[in-house]
């Protein structure tokens, strides 16, 4: 049982100009994670602050599946931009976005911190590395009972590259093989993410952050007939 909701996420990392950080909140809060999480297939968008590590915001939106992503909802959604978007926008700096696929959710909690660590597998040995994550150290950090979600995300390109086929803005983000994201309640939880090893997480090309729980928009549950 995992704590993530569905089998698809689009996750995104970020900073934002100084000057732009009440407008951006403004309409991350009150306009970008709303009209997303009311698209069909969707089901969650959580977005978090980093005490450490960059960029400065992480915000993942879950949904049924990597395909659901780019529905015909949200394509119309991305192809017509908002004044507001465009006033944000080109405030982001080191922007990183990627459609994944969700390969394992683990975990019955949902922690105030959550570690994400992008990681680019080796050209040979990926299932490797994928067991590796998912039958050592994931088990080895949820034995501290403070480490109540790990998560492996795997990107779905195909799935990009139809949104950024219709995207007026946003093309050229960077992109991100693999995420792991580790949900645990103190920083003290993720040190063995520090110090595993090299077939666990490869140090070349991990890049990692712990982020604090900002603000969460959920789908409304259907009512029952």
Same mark, same amino acid.
């Given at each position: ?27 991350? +809060? ?6 997303? +999480? %009311? ?27 990597? %395909? !659901?992503?780019?529905? /015909? ?16 926008? /080109?405030?982001?700096?080191? *922007?990183?976005?990627? &459609? ?14 959550? @570690? ?9 040995? !990926? ?6 994550? *998912? #039958? ?27 949104? #950024? ?7 050229? #983000?960077?992109?991100? %093989? ?5 949900? @645990? &309640? ?10 595993? /090893? ?5 140090? %070349?090309?991990?890049?990692?952050? +712990? ?8 789908? @409304? ?5």
């Amino acid at each position: 049982m995992g704590t993530l909701i569905g089998k698809g996420a689009l996750a995104l990392w970020i900073d934002i100009l100084p000057d732009k950080q009440d407008l951006a909140d403004a309409w991350y +809060i009150g306009e970008h994670m709303p009209e997303r +999480i %009311d698209v069909a297939g969707f089901h969650r968008a959580r977005r978090f602050v980093a005490v450490q590590g960059a960029p400065r915001y992480f915000t993942l939106f879950e949904a049924d599946t990597a %395909d !659901a992503l780019a529905g /015909p909802g949200y394509l119309s959604l991305v192809h017509t931009v908002s004044p507001a978007t465009h006033q944000v926008r /080109p405030a982001f700096r080191n *922007v990183a976005r990627m &459609t994944f696929d969700i390969t394992h959710s683990a975990g019955r909690g949902e922690a105030g911190l959550m @570690a994400t660590l992008r990681v680019t597998p080796p050209l040979e040995g !990926a299932d490797a590395l994928r067991a590796a994550i *998912v #039958d050592q150290l994931f088990p080895a950090l949820q034995r501290n009972p403070r480490v109540v979600g790990c998560h492996l995300l795997e990107a779905a390109p195909a799935v990009r590259a139809r949104m #950024d086929a219709v995207r007026e803005t946003g093309s050229a #983000d960077q992109g991100a %093989d693999w995420a792991v994201l580790v949900e @645990a &309640t103190d920083p003290a939880d993720f040190a063995p993410l520090a110090t595993a /090893p090299g077939d666990m997480l490869p140090r %070349d090309g991990t890049m990692f952050a +712990i982020h604090a729980f900002q603000y969460c928009v959920a789908r @409304a549950p259907a009512q029952g007939g």
